[in-house]
C-alpha cells in the first residue's frame, strides 16, 4: 500500500486562485513567481469594524518565528513555512492530510488604512493581523464672510 496525500479541498483552491488571477490581470506576473514556491494556502477570515480591519489566518503547527508579515505599497503579504516530520507507511501512517511546506498569502489594503499601526500576533494556532483605519477628516462648512 503506498501512502497518498488527500488534500480535498485542491480543486476548489485552485478554481479560486484562478478566478483572482482573472479579475487581477495586472498582478498575474508576480503572483505566478509566489506560486511557484507554494505548497498550501491556509484559510482566512477577514472581518471590518468601526475601528480595523482583522484577519485571522488558521496556522496550526506554524511556529511564530517561521511567519513573515509585511506590508508594502498598499499590499499586506502573510509568508511562512511549517515543517511536519517525514511520514511514511514504516512510521505507520496510512493517510497523511496535513500540509506542509511554503504557504504564501497577499492582500490589497483600502486606502482608509494605516499602515504603520499594524499589528500581528499569533496564539493557539492562529494569526492574527490588526489594521487600524486612519481618522477619517470629514468636511467642514466654511462661512463666508461679508466685506
Not at 47 to 64: A, T
Not at 66 to 91: H, N, P, S, Y
Request: net charge negative; hydrophobic share 40%; charged share 30%.
Amino acid at each position: 500500500m503506498s501512502i497518498t496525500r488527500y488534500e480535498p479541498w485542491y480543486l476548489m483552491n485552485r478554481l479560486h486562485r484562478d478566478l483572482d488571477r482573472l479579475m487581477t490581470p495586472g498582478a498575474v506576473a508576480a503572483e505566478e513567481a509566489q506560486h511557484a514556491v507554494v505548497d498550501w494556502v491556509p484559510p482566512v477570515d477577514i472581518r471590518e469594524e468601526p475601528q480595523q480591519f482583522v484577519i485571522h489566518v488558521d496556522l496550526p503547527g506554524v511556529d511564530p518565528k517561521d511567519i513573515d508579515v509585511t506590508l508594502e505599497k498598499g499590499e499586506l503579504t502573510i509568508r511562512g513555512r511549517r515543517e511536519l516530520a517525514a511520514r511514511d507507511e514504516k512510521q505507520g501512517f496510512r493517510r497523511v492530510e496535513r500540509a506542509s511546506g511554503e504557504f504564501y498569502r497577499r492582500f490589497s489594503l483600502p486606502d482608509t488604512a494605516d499602515s504603520q499601526a499594524v499589528k500581528a500576533r499569533h496564539a493557539n494556532g492562529v494569526l492574527e493581523v490588526s489594521i487600524p483605519k486612519q481618522a477619517q477628516v470629514l468636511p467642514r462648512k466654511v462661512t463666508v464672510e461679508a466685506a
